[in-house]
């Protein structure tokens, strides 16, 4: 699980007068003074010992305070256009014009899906489905929303019978790079790239390994030259400003399929 996603789980689970909470909170209020705290400070600010600071930050994967430093550092930098995938254009149309910024966005939207249905290949979906009711384990993976659009799935699949692993930590990611084999399957949902490059090492070894391998993308087409078993492509171009709009859609019909199948 990415660091942040791990902070907000356990801020809206934990009681706030346990200590992980104590600390979550002050990060979320202070994100943009990280930087400049010593792990002195930042003890001192939470009323808690150094030591407790560097078991709380390994606890939620850093191997020091500074690399937990650095990360929180790029994410205060890190620009809202970037984030939202917003132009400086459409920044400025959605404060100056929010009717006409809506109506592009919805058409965006509306455009996107079209091109999903003109471009997905649903006997490819088929033959997915059949692979993942053949195979032993199956494991979907992704990072950030794809990652919760995986565990869509894998609610879905166990309703139709079929147990399969989402990775929510490089723990579990391990696990299942050193267990898995050519009897099982390994599905990556990646819009844009982001599991691959957040995921280098990971990736790299699964590269080496017998393991049967499925991309389903929103046209990531610089990922051909890795050779997957199967690419499923949801759109003929990159819809960069829409998010994960195809994805979700094809996650629900894949479900709503596999649970025919299966029966």
């Known amino acids: 699980m990415d660091p942040i996603a791990k902070i907000f789980f356990y801020y809206n689970n934990e009681s706030r007068e346990s200590t992980h909470y104590v600390l979550i909170e002050f990060i979320l209020h202070h994100i ?10 930042f003890a001192d600010r939470t009323y808690v010992s150094k030591t407790t600071v560097s078991r709380f930050i390994n606890f939620l994967g850093f191997d020091s305070y500074r690399e937990f430093k650095k990360y929180f550092s790029s994410i205060s930098r890190f620009s809202k256009n970037i984030f939202l995938r917003m132009s400086i254009a459409e920044s400025q149309e959605i404060a100056t014009d929010p009717e006409k910024f809506f109506v592009q966005y919805s058409d965006q939207v509306i455009d996107s899906i079209q091109d999903m249905q003109n471009t997905l290949d649903i006997q490819q979906v088929d033959e997915l489905i059949h692979r993942v009711i053949r195979a032993q384990r199956v494991a979907c993976l992704g990072y950030s929303d794809a990652q919760y659009i995986a565990k869509d799935i894998q609610l879905g699949c166990l309703t139709a019978g079929k147990v399969i692993d989402v990775a ?71 819809h960069l400003n ?22």
Do not use: A, W
């Open 32 to 41: 943009k003074e990280l930087s400049t705290l010593s792990i002195t400070e």
């Open 168 to 238: 929510e930590t490089q723990v579990k990611l391990d696990e299942i790079l050193s267990m898995y084999s050519k009897e099982d399957l390994i599905i990556i949902l990646s819009n844009y790239g982001n599991f691959f490059s957040h995921h280098k090492q990971s990736f790299r070894e699964l590269l080496v390994k017998d393991i049967p391998l499925v991309l389903v993308t929103q046209n990531y087409n610089s990922m051909d030259s890795f050779s997957f078993d199967q690419t499923i492509y949801l759109t003929s171009n990159r």
């Open 242 to 263: 829409i998010g994960n709009y195809p994805m979700r859609i094809f996650s629900e019909y894949f479900v709503r399929r596999l649970m025919h199948i299966s029966n």
